[in-house]
Structure formats: structure tokens, C-alpha cells
């Protein structure tokens, strides 16, 4: 496989994650080849419930297959969520991964669901890259908040645990205050010398297949397609462009913003698991 990868995705939620998700796992490895890339990463909320058949399908493809999860971080229980995504570097990060996720759901269920604590954090940091989560991130959060003092504080805690693993996010979905968090994230990354990362928050393969996320959203949540068009009620957390975009569709999304585009290709060379099956 050449080692050149034209675009790679790195934040996606299968239909293995029954809250948002609605991608088959052979049919992304199928559309991720058709479409011109080489790579691409699963990245269930909490989850690594499709990362075997993911990686066996993707192997047998010829797609490199990229380990990762979108995990919720919290202070303490009472404290309001964030999430990052971590990225398996190696087998190293893959193990700790599976042994971070594993400690949530046995130490930290509530109503809400798993969690992870920030305080566990270096005792797992060894063998993962890190992604900032974009809006949903803390450090997206304090730039929405107009709070660049803590928005540096959590620049500061990453890329010292995470020295040369973390990426600064930036996504264009067509959703409220992206372009603000864009430039403000931009000027922060240039800043502290941190990578930026252009990623596309992907919930299914092609846009016209928004209606039928819609209607998984609605079943999971026990609303109806009318709560989700009132916007005064529900709003619209999701958009029709969270699909899985072409190379060139990115490119020209981020098209002043080079730099995020360079870095998606880079990446997936730094992202090297074997697991080894059959035990």
C-alpha cells in the first residue's frame, strides 16, 4: 500500500454506536476505497464494539484500518461533558484504550452514562494521539464561551500529557458559531505551535442519507421528527454535511486552512496497530 494517503477521516460514528450512528461497517471500508482514500478511522462514542470486524473488513480491502474512540471526559461526576478523540498510535495505546474504556463503564456509569475522569488520564497516555473534539471539546468549549485564558489552560494540559500527539480540530458542518471557533482555534494552534485538523464529525456515508440519521436520532431518543424541525424545542444538533466528504469535497471546505488538510493525510502514517487474531 503506498504510503501517500490523498485524505484520511478521523472522527466517525458506525451504527455500532446506537445513539447517532448509522454507517455499516463494510459498506465504510467500500465507500472510503471508492472514493479515493486509503485509510480511515472508526471512532465510536465510548465504544470499540466494531473494531475487529472493522479492522479484518478494512485489511481484506486494502484499507488501512485506524483504531480510535470518541471518549467523554468529565472533572467529576457532577461536572458537564466533554469529548475528545484518541487515536491508537500502537498496540501500546490500543491496550490502553481498551483499559480506559473498560474502567468507565465498571467505575463510572450514572444516568448519563460511562465516563471518563481527566485525573486517569496519564496513567493511559502512552500510545494514543489525541484530537480536540472541535466544538464538543473543552478547549472548543471556553473559545464558545469567549474564555481564551481557559481555553491556553487546556492547550496547556494536552499538549503536555500529549506532547506531539495533539490536534487541534476544526470542523465545517453548517452549524451555529463554527466559524468563530475555527478562527479562534486557528490563531490559538499557531500560537502554541499546535497542529491543526480538519475532520467532518461523519454519522452516515452520503448526504442524502441525513433523513434517515434524523429518524435514528429520533427512535434512540423516544422523540419525533417534529421535535427535531423546532428549533425553538430541539434545535438541530446534526447536519446534512456529517457524511463521508471526498478528498477534494475537504479540501475545498478547508481550502484556507491548508494546513488542517496536510495534516488528515500525514496522520494515518502515524497510526500502526496489529492485533493479533484468533485469541
Not at 454507517?23 to 480511515?40: E, F, H, N, R, W
Request: glycine share 4%.
Amino acid at each position: 500500500m503506498s504510503a501517500n494517503f490523498p485524505f484520511t477521516h478521523f472522527h466517525l460514528h458506525s451504527e455500532y454506536y446506537l445513539r447517532d450512528g448509522i454507517v455499516p461497517i463494510d459498506a465504510l471500508v467500500k465507500s472510503t476505497k471508492a472514493k479515493g482514500m486509503q485509510a480511515v478511522a472508526l471512532t465510536d462514542r465510548m465504544n470499540l464494539f466494531a473494531a475487529i470486524k472493522f479492522y479484518k473488513a478494512a485489511l481484506s480491502s486494502g484499507v488501512k484500518p485506524i483504531i480510535g474512540c470518541d471518549v467523554i471526559l468529565r472533572d467529576d461526576a457532577n461536572a458537564p461533558e466533554t469529548s475528545c478523540v484518541f487515536l491508537c498510535q500502537n498496540e501500546v495505546g490500543y491496550r490502553h484504550l481498551t483499559q480506559m474504556l473498560s474502567r468507565a463503564y465498571t467505575e463510572n456509569q450514572d444516568e448519563r452514562g460511562p465516563w471518563v475522569n481527566y485525573e486517569w488520564l496519564s496513567a493511559y497516555a502512552e500510545g494514543l494521539i489525541v484530537l480536540s473534539g472541535s466544538l464538543q471539546g473543552d478547549v472548543g468549549q471556553a473559545i464558545l464561551n469567549n474564555d481564551i485564558a481557559e481555553a491556553e489552560k487546556r492547550l496547556a494540559f494536552w499538549s503536555t500529557l500529549f506532547e506531539n500527539r495533539f490536534y487541534i480540530e476544526l470542523q465545517r458542518l453548517d452549524k451555529p458559531n463554527e466559524e468563530h471557533y475555527c478562527r479562534v482555534a486557528a490563531s490559538l494552534a499557531k500560537k502554541w505551535d499546535l497542529p491543526i485538523i480538519a475532520t467532518n464529525n461523519i454519522r452516515f456515508l452520503e448526504e442524502e442519507d441525513f433523513e434517515a440519521h434524523e429518524a435514528r436520532v429520533c427512535i434512540y431518543e423516544g422523540k419525533t421528527l417534529e421535535d427535531v424541525a423546532d428549533n425553538k424545542r430541539q434545535g438541530h444538533r446534526y447536519s446534512s454535511k456529517q457524511y463521508l466528504r471526498t478528498p477534494s469535497e475537504m479540501a475545498a471546505c478547508f481550502q484556507e486552512y491548508p494546513e488542517a488538510i496536510v495534516n488528515a493525510q500525514e496522520l494515518a502514517k502515524r497510526c500502526n496497530v496489529h492485533i493479533e487474531l484468533g485469541k
